[in-house]
């Protein structure tokens, strides 16, 4: 749910956990995000522009973990032209590592590193008419700030330091979301459309078999499901309660465009508008 | 001279060649700007924390020469606290050689470097209550650019994609300041204080004997003769005009915080007042 | 024409331009080169797996401009398992760039770089049981010793100072190959199997039209032409003299496996035998 | 102790805690080892020149933490010159944190750096006339190996992949010095000249109070007395066995020279010869 302040739970009682409950288009909105702009280089990332033709939200890498100056600047300006919102992609200092390793960083350290980040991203949103509207940790950052309280403090410092405006991205019961909240900032959780989620709505991990869902359509019917009936179905087969602001596709896997074409579609068909948080 | 719109030559006609004149004190003043901020990680620069004290412009670098997010954090910190203007100094991303090795980039490359760091320094220059008021290229990319029209041109577009308010701080005579004029920009030109001029008024090359001056004493008093004369002694005995906006103190050289002393000193005390440019 | 010490002219005087005259296998044979290993992180090169059952010899990035140690790891233990020799593909010090843009570095620090790098290769090449046996500089590198004196006299110095043993891998007529002759090394003249040559046998910049031939046909047929007839036919309908020691075929074009197959396939059918020179 | 297959004890049994027991110079040497090498491009590390005739074996940068190529070369040229072992200082690839950050590495993946980075330097001492003849993991890593089995076995993977010539300098105790003799390597304990240890022989942390001891006299001293009775004094004030192979002496502290002079001046009066392992 988006928390900002004065807070606002704008689930209606009715929807319960009873399945094929359907809510009215007019009920329901979600945001979708990707990451994009993953490229370095002569390297480049997914199908950027494919993807950005499906998604609300724009998860830019920013030059640390992916994304050179020149990535960032035709990616910002793909997703403005589109009326995508651009959101920084923070990560840590390691290209090699593509910022899937943890670094043990002082938080003053690591506040520094996502300010800057911010900062040279928000330059090119910039020059494309636009501005950075929210942050999304990334990689081996996003899932060291589920409970490392220290550098969940750091970003959150950095963002607040930066703009107050900004929203940050993130998982639900996440370190991350619960500091931002109560910095005063916006909060938005995410679901991951195609990521198995545990009996107590965590995610599997990769490392365990069926962690991913590759099959296009199944991954639209979790969605639509989470989004008109408030639940997911857990890897252990029970129901858990899902009611993500936004929903996050992946830009790299094979067959993501598919996916996040499903997704969209599917959503739309069933009566939820996508349309960015911020 | 400063250039803005509309600008004009605002040297008095009566200030002519005639070695000893002086103006007055309310006639003069002029910018003092030092190389800040040129850590990284375990190793410093300069002693930033004694030159902030003397400067009146910071020329903080923003992490491709050199500069990390946590020394530009402390660097714009130091500076906004003391009132010293904070500007962008741009470079090649060569932290191996410091920007000081011309890099033959496509002009799109280079203008796209350059706002990622005005970008991310911006950030910093925010969180300290200030923003970032010029540009001033840095090593190889400020030599290349006194004649390499194409990434001259590339400079001036990412300030005025950036940010039109900023000013371009450079060499007298150079494309740079050429094509920054022309695009509408406020161009400041800058002079240096320890430096050696031909006899048409450009630097001696640091190869040849004698192009760096180290005498702090010499080093003030050719400043104080050029901001009461308009004059310069070049190498060759002749007297070349020389007015400029800023003058520039070296901030890594040995004795750089002594010579920047006696410059400020020598200029306060002829009656020029210090004061920054933008 | 591969020169070493006493050199010697393996090329029948009978083998004079005219068209279809085929020479017997016995009479000649070539190298096939490709580049190898130039992916970064996550982000992954050409077909290398494909590759190396075509060519002879493998350049493999160092590091400095694509290539990390895990994909040079396994790129040499691919290479030694296949039989093909290693070579170090060294460059400029820039991953953003890919090593395609001139830095204009000092001599001495060239000649460190390319050390480093030759001896980061030459560990991984160690523990898959070979060693690195020739050095093939890499896109801009490649480009600008072909007529910078002082960079290629730095690329021979890291050579002969690291092992006299290795080969130079370079452009027939470069600055390169005559100095590397000079100091005693091996030299090895490369022609390119897809590139256009102008009347004078130089490469057709790839900014003009034709520069690169992309028919897996017409680049095969070129092939069998230079080393059964030594010639090439040129861009203007000229026919040059072309008698290379190795056949460069490019690894990260559309269709780069097929043209190398296409290639070796063809010199094999016209009694050209493909082994490594080194 | 220096452990290497049939190797031995070469303490005296007579050795024993008796505080002031003075053994005949005959009987003990030891091995003086500092980290030098560790600036990179403009910044300059510590006094290496100075260091370079006062320590027995030399821990050299190796461009991941520290280190660039020029300066690999200088400082491997001059160890050589002074008859100095040259050993690789392996680190995370971390230069703005200084190999000080813990990164939470796949083992395979710290392997491959780690033998990237002793093959480089390998080559600057190859033509410096030398060669590696150990590795002694930095900072951060060196850290982590002393319990993370993973990374230690990487490490030592690492070293015997490469050259099982090569000997392994670390922590007593260590799980590096451990699996390494596990592995065959020859192992090297080193005790730290001027850090603090616990009662049970472990290093105070750098954050408590006297974890350092900068008196150049204490520390000569405290050498002086492992040496020659085989025992430190605690922080707690009791007594510790340490029979160290080597003496590390810090680089980059302030007097570190001074300090590296009182070690080598007392413990040559004590008797004690200093002289490489290797």
Partial sequence: MVHSGSDDDDVPAAMTMQGGTRVSAAARSVDLNCDVGEGFGRWSGGDDAALLKLVTSANVACGFHAGDPSIMRSTCALAAERGVVIGAQVGYRDLAGFGRRFIDMAPGELRDDIVYQIGALDGFARIAGTSVRYVKPHGALYNAIVDNT??????????????????????????????????????????????????????????????????????????????????????????VTMRPDSICVHGDTVGAVEIARGVRVALTAAGVTLRPFA
């Fill in 150 to 239: 220290e550098q969940a403090s750091a970003v959150v410092e950095a963002i607040t330091r930066y703009d107050r405006g900004l929203a940050a991205l993130g998982l639900p019961g996440s370190e991350f979301l619960r500091l931002a909240a109560a910095a005063g900032l916006r909060t938005v959780e995410e679901a991951f459309a195609d990521r198995a989620y545990t009996g107590d709505g965590h995610l599997v991990s990769r490392h365990r078999a069926h962690a991913v869902i590759d099959d296009p359509v199944e991954v639209a019917r979790r969605c639509v499901r989470m989004l008109t009936g408030g639940i997911v179905e857990a890897i252990d087969g029970s129901l």
